[in-house]
């Protein structure tokens, strides 16, 4: 026994045993709680990549990593390993010879899962009907997913029924389709790329472009006359049109497209039948949000 200072008996203090130690994590304040959220826990790094997706969604062409940075007001040092990360997931595109970053393919593979369930077809159907009606031509609508146009909803007036097949879900070549290319409307030399690659474009009929740089010709071509044209290119016997539906960001998600049976109408029936089209794909994008007075932002 040891004895204090004024001669009073006391135990000796001992360290306690390892086993007598709580070892229960005590629950942190709420103030520490904060401090770690805001220092890049999960949570605040999966708010940072969809602010980067967001950001991405809105540009129509490929940014610079300081300017995510910078109106996103992340650091740049997380700015890019977030980038990084989420290019090898396929979120997002790197483009070496800009030097810029775009959506990937599962970025756009995501938004086509979304537009191929209700919204699409909630704000399309009656619109199919209804052009179906006043043109003769089947009807379609159809999103991206990858270099395949496919189709989500359709509608076949009765005079068509013998030769249009176009049924939701059926997957067509993106290049050698009007649908498909309304659909690619838009996008890049960098984008076609990174979609393709830089090998041929395959033509089993010897029809359509043979390259992305034919392909983004054509696709230019019909941006500027408001919708794309593919006569025959898949030797099916159907001349069809497209007309590109946009987001409330100005993206071309969907595609609106109209099929005549060998010839497309000629003179004045020709001309009611594309501005129905293109009075068609204007509704669905502004009951999709789109306003044409707010243009897209410039990458």
Not at 155 to 178: I, K, M, Q, V
Request: aromatic share 6%; charged share 20%; hydrophobic share 40%.
């Amino acid at each position: 026994m040891a004895t204090n200072g004024s001669g009073r008996r006391g135990s000796a203090r001992t360290r306690p045993s390892p086993a007598a130690v709580d070892t229960t994590p005590s629950t942190p304040s709420r103030r520490a709680s904060r401090a770690v959220t805001a220092e890049g826990t999960p949570d605040t790094s999966a708010r940072r990549v969809l602010t980067i997706l967001r950001y991405l969604a809105q540009h129509q062409r490929p940014v610079l990593a300081s300017a995510i940075a910078r109106d996103c007001h992340f650091p740049r040092s997380s700015t890019y390993r977030l980038l990084h990360v989420m290019e090898e997931e396929r979120f997002v595109t790197y483009y070496p010879d800009e030097g810029r970053w775009g959506l990937g393919l599962s970025s756009y593979e995501l938004g086509t899962g979304y537009l191929l369930s209700d919204p699409l077809a909630r704000q399309s159907m009656s619109i199919l009907v209804a052009l179906a009606a006043q043109t003769g031509a089947f009807m379609a609508i159809g999103v991206l997913d990858g270099t395949d146009a496919i189709v989500s909803r359709a509608h076949h007036p009765e005079s068509t029924t013998a030769w249009a097949d176009f049924e939701p879900g059926l997957r067509y070549p993106a290049h050698l389709t009007a649908m498909g290319r309304a659909l690619l409307i838009g996008r890049s030399r960098g984008d076609l790329i990174a979609l393709y690659g830089d090998r041929p474009l395959s033509r089993p009929n010897d029809k359509g472009p043979g390259t992305v740089d034919e392909l983004l010709e054509q696709l230019r071509e019909a941006e500027e006359r408001g919708y794309a044209e593919s006569p025959i290119d898949l030797a099916d016997g159907i001349w069809a049109f497209a007309a590109p539906v946009r987001s409330a960001a100005g993206r071309v998600v969907a595609a609106l497209t109209a099929g005549f049976l060998n010839e497309p109408p000629t003179g004045a029936a020709f001309d009611t039948a594309m501005a129905a089209l293109l009075s068609g794909a204007a509704e669905i994008s502004s009951r999709l949000g789109y306003r044409p007075c707010d243009p897209p932002v410039a990458g």
